[in-house]
């Protein structure tokens, strides 16, 4: 099984509660406001990293593409931060991966998986604080919204 944390809008903190989870994956996507070099370099020491610059990811992050497709276990990601940027999508993208607004969100469109893992940063514009997990088994994949200020968690399943 392949475990991939989905965060995005840390702006600056890393949660302990947040790496508590970083420590038990395989991957890490992040769509973008990292905000700081220095997590940046500590996201690196916990798995490998796939990340988009956010519009407040400064002069440090100008080697971040703002946009990314990867491929992990079949899947093909599209990340972005902001998801109104997005001109054309390769033909390949199962799940696109965005953030920005800072809220949560999973919705299917066309056979193409959307999913914003919200902030797991600061807790801003009264949202919750949230970040996804996503598993793959034998070309299954689950995903679980984690919210740090429920302890609640819920999946979905997909082929």
């Known amino acids: 099984m392949t475990t991939i944390a989905i965060i995005s809008d840390t702006h600056g903190i890393l949660r302990p509660e947040v790496c508590e989870h970083l420590k038990q994956v395989d991957y890490i996507l992040h769509a973008g406001d990292i905000h700081t070099k220095e997590i940046y370099d500590e996201l690196l020491t916990y798995a490998p990293l796939f990340v988009v610059r956010g519009n407040n990811d ?68 009264h949202h919750d604080v949230t970040m996804a997990i996503l598993t793959v088994e034998d070309d299954r994949y689950r995903i679980y919204k984690i919210n740090f200020n429920t302890a609640f968690s819920k999946h979905i399943s997909n082929i």
Do not use: M
């Open 58 to 125: 400064k002069e440090w992050a100008e080697f971040l593409p703002s946009a990314l497709t990867i491929a992990v276990d079949n899947i093909t990601f599209y990340l972005i931060h902001n998801k109104r940027e997005i001109k054309q999508l390769p033909p390949e993208v199962n799940i696109v991966v965005y953030g920005h607004s800072h809220k949560y969100s999973l919705e299917k469109k066309e056979e193409i998986l959307w999913l914003n893992p919200g902030s797991c940063g600061r807790k801003r514009f």
